[in-house]
């Protein structure tokens, strides 16, 4: 019973010696951003899962035609011998069948692969988009380190919290982005004056 008496003071005297710290931001103490707050927010969590699904589906059209492929082999080999196998041959044509569900399960994992690295480079390329955001504001509050709010943080002061800030800077900078794109097409279009 003192062991647990000894770490519930412990903790008590961690939880006064945590409010009694003042919540000012100072320039050591790490901003927080939620990065799927961010992404749903501006509708990049669908944009990727779209992205992936099309990824997987044309991996999986591939794997269908693979298979494909493997079967006919299969197929053709069991017609050319038909029932006329000899001992040998029904060999070889065992070492064909698990020749061919190997090679389907090596690509199959190959393709999860290539389905789970496209994932990560869609994570990765949203992630150093949010970073150059919130180091930005980090550089603007004198904070030298912004953190990830994820199920790992139990607790972070919400004044610390710049998810609204970062997703406000990435809005701003896709509308000045469409509105660059709209008037380099209305440049590029011809006028009708001139066409005729």
């Given at each position: 019973?003192?062991?647990?008496?000894?770490?519930?003071?412990?903790?008590?005297?961690?939880?006064v010696?945590?409010?009694c710290?003042?919540?000012?931001?100072?320039?050591?103490?790490?901003?927080?951003?939620?990065?799927?707050?961010?992404?749903?927010?501006?509708?990049?969590?669908?944009?990727?899962?779209?992205?992936?699904?099309?990824?997987?589906?044309?991996?999986?059209?591939?794997?269908?035609?693979i298979?494909?492929?493997?079967?006919?082999?299969?197929?053709?080999?069991?017609?050319?011998?038909?029932?006329?196998?000899?001992?040998?041959?029904?060999?070889?044509?065992?070492a064909?069948?698990?020749?061919?569900?190997?090679?389907?399960?090596?690509?199959?994992?190959?393709?999860?692969?290539?389905?789970?690295?496209?994932?990560?480079?869609?994570?990765?390329?949203?992630?150093?988009?949010?970073?150059?955001?919130?180091?930005e504001?980090?550089?603007?509050?004198?904070?030298?380190?912004?953190?990830?709010?994820?199920?790992?943080?139990?607790?972070?002061?919400?004044?610390?919290?710049?998810?609204?800030?970062?997703?406000?800077?990435?809005?701003?900078?896709?509308?000045?982005?469409?509105?660059?794109?709209?008037?380099?097409?209305?440049?590029?279009?011809?006028?009708s004056?001139?066409?005729?």
């Open positions: 019973m003192f062991p647990i008496v000894r770490l519930g003071s412990i903790l008590l005297s961690a939880v010696l945590l409010a710290t003042p919540g000012e931001n100072t320039p050591d103490s790490p901003l927080v951003v939620d990065i799927t707050a961010v992404a749903k927010a501006l509708g990049r969590d669908e944009v990727m899962e779209q992205q992936l699904a099309a990824t997987r589906d044309q991996l999986n059209r591939q794997l269908d035609e298979t494909h492929n493997l079967n006919s082999q299969l197929e053709e080999k069991q017609a050319e011998l038909a029932e006329q196998a000899d001992e040998a041959q029904t060999q070889e044509l065992q064909l069948a698990l020749q061919a569900r190997q090679t389907l399960e090596q690509t199959r994992a190959l393709a999860q692969q290539k389905a789970l690295a496209y994932r990560s480079s869609l994570v990765l390329a949203f992630q150093e988009e949010v970073r150059a955001e919130a180091a504001i980090a550089r603007q509050r004198g904070a030298t380190s912004v953190m990830l709010a994820n199920v790992a943080t139990l607790w972070f002061d919400p004044r610390t919290d710049i998810t609204g800030e970062v997703i406000a800077r990435m809005r701003a900078a896709a509308d000045r982005s469409d509105r660059t794109k709209d008037a380099g097409a209305a440049t590029q279009a011809p006028d004056k001139q066409a005729r």
